[in-house]
């Protein structure tokens, strides 16, 4: 009763996020990065560095190396 299901993705969910999903958020990553690094004085001046890196290289770095191959949420390091 206690046990918790785990949903398992699918063969082809995983096909999917390995040929279009995990590449884009690899480009959504180095997007984020290059982005960040522009406005990086501005996000030092407002005193929001971590916010700015939170929402623009962490989110996307994680969702694509650290997300299980066909899931659809990832796990933070927080959460482990």
């Not at 040929?19 to 990086?40: D, E, I, K, Q």
């Not at 030092?44 to 700015?52: E, F, I, K, R």
């Amino acid at each position: 009763m206690g046990q918790r299901l785990e949903a398992r993705p699918s063969g082809g969910a995983m096909v999917v996020d390995a040929l279009v999903a995990r590449p884009l958020l690899a480009v959504a990553t180095l997007g984020g990065t290059a982005v960040f690094l522009v406005s990086l004085p501005f996000s030092a001046l407002g005193g929001n560095v971590d916010a700015a890196a939170e929402t623009l290289i962490r989110t996307p770095a994680e969702a694509t190396f650290r997300r299980c191959l066909g899931c659809t949420v990832s796990k933070r390091a927080d959460e482990l």
